[in-house]
């Protein structure tokens, strides 16, 4: 699996699960939150702003199929320039 950038967040978390209406202050909160936690190397204040929560990916065709379980080792091996994926 391959990490591409990251995924801002849906619309959901902002609503309140009982009557659908949007908190609008959850947004500036979990974003403030964010920031004081943010590991000093992230690169996610480079994608304009820090309500970001998943990541797109793209799988290889040698890799369908397989599982990743949770408790798997997961490294960052390298960059990955998508147009030589395969």
Same mark, same amino acid.
């Given at each position: 699996?391959?990490?591409?950038?990251p995924?801002?967040?849906?619309?959901?978390?902002?609503?309140?699960?009982h009557?659908?209406?949007?908190?609008? #202050?959850?947004?500036?909160?979990?974003?403030?939150?964010?920031q004081?936690?943010?590991?000093?190397?992230?690169?996610?204040?480079?994608?304009?702003?820090?309500?970001?929560?998943?990541?797109?990916?793209?799988?290889?065709? #040698?890799?369908?199929?397989?599982?990743?379980?949770?408790?798997?080792?997961?490294?960052?091996?390298?960059?990955?320039?998508?147009?030589?994926?395969?």
């Amino acid at each position: 699996m391959i990490g591409v950038s990251p995924r801002a967040r849906c619309n959901v978390p902002p609503r309140d699960p009982h009557t659908g209406l949007t908190d609008k #202050t959850f947004v500036k909160r979990m974003m403030k939150s964010r920031q004081a936690t943010l590991p000093e190397k992230s690169h996610l204040p480079e994608y304009g702003n820090l309500y970001h929560l998943t990541i797109n990916t793209y799988l290889p065709a #040698t890799q369908q199929g397989k599982w990743l379980r949770v408790g798997d080792n997961v490294s960052i091996l390298e960059p990955v320039r998508l147009e030589n994926a395969s």
